[in-house]
Every structure is written in structure tokens, then in C-alpha cells.
């Protein structure tokens, strides 16, 4: 792909707010105010704009030590911006001899711009729009392979801009499971997260120890620190900048916190020529006033909330976020943004992000900020339909998507009953792909909140899966018909009750022949994974026996008929030989030998971009936003 320049945006005019680059929007104390202008009256013209700088100096080192619980400022690396810390780190990887760095989108698209402007390739994971508990240890899981190789993994936590945040415990068993790979945590944000659940505690202190402690309380810091302990490989390192909850983005003070051989190693990579020498002084006060920016952190979190509550009270479809930030679905994201900037609000359009296409992004600022953006959002009209993410299943159904399906494929491998990928799994295996260890990996559609999978009767017409309901009761699984008497079903409810929300539908299947316009099931379905049955070849017309749904209530009057949907009948050579080359997320499944066949029949040609659902009882279509995995 052409790289172009990374851009912040234009300038904003002075009447307009900036509320597009999540800057800092509240004073700063007096005493930050006063070293800075000290600092500039007092330091020799020379020292200003003369001389290189040597770096900040030891004594910042020292402070950030103390602020994020660091033993010494030998486990710190201050820089220019933490940017600088995400291009040290790509390059870092290239002398490693890491051949890519692997992130979730949408993300923080500057350190996608470096990996690619080091030639590095570059691998991506969904991440959606939840900001609940999500399984992204899971997700990461779905590359085992690369990881195992090797490869820069990108955490951004709160993540820039759906505000996913990353657990300790995930991070450090992935990075001890991993040890070949570098995991690169960028917390720029993950103060006001910290501040946020330390306000939810009633017992929180205050003092500089405690703020520091909230300010900190939903780091990775500590899990970064320990990743070289007890023989495991030191390959955690954490990014963190005073361009956000300390405001200091003009002065361009990051910093790396991570195993002091890591730090030293990173550090190989950092030109200390591009500090101001009013970066330290500056930032040297704002951490002793670590009170003021806990209190302001805090407001901007309630203020975030309090604009996301009321436009959604409105019609509107908003996401907050644990950061400085929430999303907004306008639908024509351009003109929205030049119709914010008309009515004084500057907002940033994300919706050349996958997945986002549509939203605008906003800043948390002052209580006068929200009423401002809450007058502008008066003045525009609410876009004809939600956007396509509202229709997506969250992570914690997809999660106990996975868990069940690997589950019931066991039970049923046990039980001697084949099965195949069917509906809506097949869909999100085949369009979701990827080649990773010699199989195809694939996963849910991102609007799927079931698994799908299909068995063929024997040859007498007898259920194979039928006497099996005592072994998947041993397993912790109920095993019943559905509630027309249609078809099985596999979930974690108690025998006889309403099945359970996540769940697997499990269809049969016979061998049939058109008679008259009609099917009529032949005697023999055997099931092996290239069957040659007698009678098939006792047939002229080869092409009118097929494999159709035992239930007519779930086959047209034409089973080649698109309105079939995904439960189709198959042609014999569109069904056999059953693949063994797939895997639904990490558990092996078997598909049909021409699932891309079926699939066009059953949903047309656009069934690789076009998202179909269901929307208060209607069927609603639209063109999807993120082709991967959810």
C-alpha cells in the first residue's frame, strides 16, 4: 500500500473547540503554570534554542520511577513523546529479526504507520466495539502460530478508540506462553481508567501515595516488571505518555517501564537530541501535583459518561469509553465533522477505521464542553439506522461460542457421529479464513451468536446421534430437540428446560432423489468421507440425487432456491469428500468439499461482503464493515 504522512488535522480556529485529539481540556495548577514560565525566563537563550540536548536527565527517570512503582529508574526510559517509544520498539523488533508485528484493529494507526514504514509486516485481530469484559486472550489465541514465531503484538490499553482494556493476567500468561514475542502495552491512556475504578472505591485515600495509586491502578506496569523474574523471558514493555491526564502534549515527555535489560536494549533506539529543556522541569511538577490531575481525570470520565447518557437518550447511537473519549454513529461522518466545525465543535472522523465506518470520535473535556457538543448534536439529524455494530454479538457470547462448539465436537467425535460445518458457521468459516499452520482458520460472522453443524442419517434412517443424550449429560451438556421437533440441540441448560442462549443447532440430513418435482429419501446414507453407494450410480440423472434437510419444514418447495438460506441441500460432489483442512477459531471441524458452491446458492453472489440479520423481526442487509473474525 502508498504510505502517506501521519497527520494530526489542520489547525482550529480559536472559536471552535478542540475536541478531536484528546487533549487535556482543564487548568493546570499554578505551580506547573509558574515552572514553566520560570524555566523560559530563566534558562540562557543558549540552553533554549543553542545547544543538543542530553536527554531529560536522571532526576525525571527518578520521579516516573517512583510515580508508576518502578524499584529504580534503571527499569525507565524517558523519550521525546511516547511515539517515540512505539518506533523504538518496531525498530527494536526488526533487529530482532521479528518478520511482523501483529495489533488489533481498529487501533492507535500511528504505530501501524511505523511498522510499516520499517518494511515490517503487518497482522491484525478484530476488536470490536464492546468495552465489557472481552475475550481477547482468546483472540490473540487464534494466531498461535505467528506468536510462537515470534512477532511484536500491540496492546493499546484503554484501547484508541474503542476503549478495550487488557488484563495483567492475560498479558503475562500470554507473554510467558510466548516467550519469542515482544508484547508492546500502550497505556496512554490508562489513567483515567485508573482514576475511574479508584472513584468507585469508598475506601480510596488520598495524599501523593494514594493518587499515585489510582492513577496507576489499571497498569500493566506490574505484570512488565515481572516478565524477566523466575526464569521467564523479560518481553513485556509498557508505554506511557504526560501528553494525556498531565496535559503536556506540547512538551512531548513519554516513557518506556519494562525489565531494566529490556529497557537498555530499547534505549539503543532513542536519540536523547529531542527533548525541550523545558520538558523536564515541567513535567517534574505536574507529577507533584498528582491530586489535581487524579480529581480532573475523574471529571473527564464523569463528563464522557454524562454526554454518552443523554445522546443516547436521544436516539443516538454512542459509545463511552474508560478513556478521555466516546464515539458517536453519525452515519455521513464527513459532513458531520464539517457541520460540528460550523456549530464550534471539532471532532475527529474515525470512519476510515474497520469497523467504524460512520463514527466521529470526541473528547471528554469541561461541563461548558459538554454543553456545547450536546447543543451541536441538537442541530443534526439522527442517521436513518444504526450503524451495522449495533447488530453484532458481543464478546462474551462469541467466547461461549467457541467453549460449546469445542465441547459438543468432542462429545460428538467420542460418540463415532461426524459432523459438518453448517449455516451460519460455515459462512463464518469460509469468509473469514486464513492459512495459519496448514489448516483454515475462520470464526463466527460477527452478528452470529450460535454454532451450526449438520450429521447425515444412516442407511436404515435410524438417528445416530439419537441414543447419545447420556453421554453429553456426562459431559455437562444437554442434548434435546428444539421446540418444533425440527432439529437437536446442544447447550449448557438442564435436560427438559429452555435451552440455553449460546447453543449449538445440530441438523440432520438424508440422501434424497427428485421424483416428479419433488424428494423422497433414498435407502442408503452412510456417511463416510467419500462415499460411492451403489444406487448413486444406478441413477441417470446423477445430478437429482442430493442431501436435503430431514425436516421439510426448513427446505423450499426448491432446495437450490436462495430463500433456502444457509440450510441448503448438496449436490454429492458439492458435499464429499468432507474437508479436514479447517478450524473454527482452534477446534478442528469438517466442512463440505465446496462450501463457496453452497454458500453463493444459499445467499447470493455478495455473500462475502454483505451482512444479512434480523432487526425486530425484519431482515435487514448491509455491507460489513469488518471481514475478520469476531
Known amino acids: 500500500m502508498e504510505l502517506q504522512p501521519y497527520s494530526v488535522g489542520a489547525a482550529t480556529p480559536s472559536a471552535v473547540r478542540r475536541l478531536h485529539l484528546n487533549e487535556y481540556r482543564y487548568p493546570h495548577p499554578a505551580g506547573v503554570v509558574e515552572v514553566l514560565r520560570r524555566a523560559a525566563a530563566e534558562s540562557p537563550a543558549e540552553e533554549l534554542i543553542t545547544h543538543y540536548r ?70 491484525t485481530y478484530p476488536i470490536g466495539l464492546a468495552t465489557a469484559a472481552a475475550d481477547h486472550e482468546a483472540a490473540l489465541r487464534y494466531y498461535a502460530g505467528p506468536l510462537a514465531e515470534g512477532r511484536l503484538v500491540y496492546l493499546c490499553s484503554p484501547n484508541n478508540p474503542t476503549g478495550d482494556l487488557w488484563s495483567p493476567a492475560a498479558v503475562a500468561a500470554l507473554a510467558a506462553e510466548y516467550p519469542r514475542s515482544l508484547f508492546l502495552v500502550d497505556e496512554a491512556y490508562v489513567e483515567f481508567a485508573s482514576a475511574e475504578a479508584a472513584e468507585a ?51 512531548r515527555v513519554g516513557y518506556a517501564v519494562g525489565p531494566a535489560a529490556l529497557i537498555r536494549e530499547l534505549g539503543v533506539a532513542v536519540s536523547p537530541k529531542g527533548f525541550s529543556p523545558l520538558a523536564a522541569p515541567v513535567a517534574r511538577e505536574a507529577l507533584r501535583h498528582l491530586g489535581h490531575y487524579r480529581r480532573q481525570a475523574f471529571l473527564a470520565r464523569r463528563e464522557a459518561a454524562a454526554v454518552v447518557r443523554e445522546l443516547r437518550a436521544r436516539g443516538w447511537w454512542a459509545l463511552d469509553t474508560p478513556a478521555n473519549f466516546y464515539l458517536v454513529y453519525v452515519g455521513d461522518a464527513p459532513a458531520s465533522v464539517a457541520r460540528l466545525a460550523a456549530l464550534g465543535i471539532q471532532a475527529r472522523d474515525r470512519g476510515e477505521l474497520p469497523g467504524l465506518a460512520g463514527f466521529v ?12 457538543v450536546l447543543a451541536a448534536f441538537a442541530m443534526l439529524a439522527l442517521p436513518a439506522a444504526p450503524p451495522p455494530q449495533a447488530h453484532y454479538t458481543n464478546k462474551g457470547t462469541v467466547a461461549a461460542v467457541k467453549a460449546l462448539m469445542r465441547r459438543t465436537v468432542a462429545v460428538l467425535a467420542g460418540a463415532g457421529v461426524t459432523v459438518w460445518a453448517q449455516g451460519g458457521t460455515m459462512l463464518g468459516l469460509y469468509r473469514h479464513r486464513r492459512r495459519d499452520g496448514g ?12 454454532g451450526d453443524l449438520a450429521y447425515l442419517r444412516a442407511e436404515d434412517g435410524s438417528d445416530p446421534l439419537a441414543p447419545h443424550v447420556a453421554l453429553f449429560a456426562a459431559a455437562g451438556l444437554t442434548l434435546q430437540r428444539n421446540r418444533t421437533d425440527a432439529y437437536y440441540q446442544v447447550g449448557t441448560n438442564a435436560p427438559g428446560g429452555t435451552i440455553s442462549p449460546v447453543h449449538i443447532d445440530v441438523f440432520s440430513y438424508s440422501r434424497a432423489e427428485r421424483v416428479a418435482g419433488s424428494w423422497s429419501r433414498l435407502g442408503d446414507g452412510r456417511l463416510s468421507r467419500e462415499p460411492e453407494p451403489a444406487d448413486l450410480a444406478s441413477h441417470p440423472a446423477k445430478t437429482e440425487v442430493r442431501y436435503v434437510l430431514d425436516d421439510e419444514r426448513f427446505r423450499d418447495e426448491d432446495p437450490d432456491s436462495p430463500q433456502a438460506h444457509c440450510n441448503t441441500s448438496y449436490a454429492h460432489d458439492e458435499l464429499f469428500p468432507l474437508s479436514d483442512e479447517y478450524c473454527f477459531y482452534d477446534v478442528p471441524i469438517l466442512m463440505p468439499a465446496q462450501p463457496e458452491v453452497v454458500l453463493r446458492r444459499a445467499l447470493g453472489e455478495d455473500f462475502m461482503r454483505v451482512a444479512r440479520a434480523r432487526s425486530g423481526g425484519r431482515a435487514i442487509a448491509f455491507e460489513l464493515q469488518d471481514a475478520t473474525p469476531a
Open 54 to 123: 542530553a536527554g531529560p536527565g536522571p532526576e525525571l527517570a527518578e520521579d516516573l520511577a517512583r510515580y508508576v512503582g518502578a524499584p529504580s529508574a534503571a527499569h525507565l526510559l524517558v523519550t521525546p513523546g511516547s511515539d517515540e517509544v512505539l518506533r523504538a520498539a518496531v525498530d527494536l523488533a526488526a533487529l530482532r529479526g521479528l518478520p511482523a508485528a501483529l495489533m488489533g484493529i481498529p487501533g492507535y494507526t500511528h504505530f501501524a504507520h511505523f511498522v510499516r514504514l520499517r518494511g515490517l509486516g503487518l497482522e
Open 361 to 372: 470520535r470526541l473528547t471528554a473535556g469541561t461541563p461548558a464542553d459538554s454543553e456545547a
Open 201 to 251: 472505591d469508598a475506601d480510596a485515600a488520598a495524599g501523593d501515595g494514594a493518587d499515585a495509586a489510582a492513577l496507576n491502578a489499571r497498569s500493566l506496569v506490574p505484570a512488565a516488571l515481572a516478565s524477566g523474574e523466575g526464569g521467564l523471558t523479560a518481553n513485556i514493555l509498557v508505554t506511557r505518555t504526560m501528553s494525556k491526564v498531565f496535559g503536556l502534549a506540547a512538551l
Open 439 to 450: 489448516v483454515w482458520r475462520g470464526g463466527l460472522v460477527p452478528w452470529d451468536d450460535d
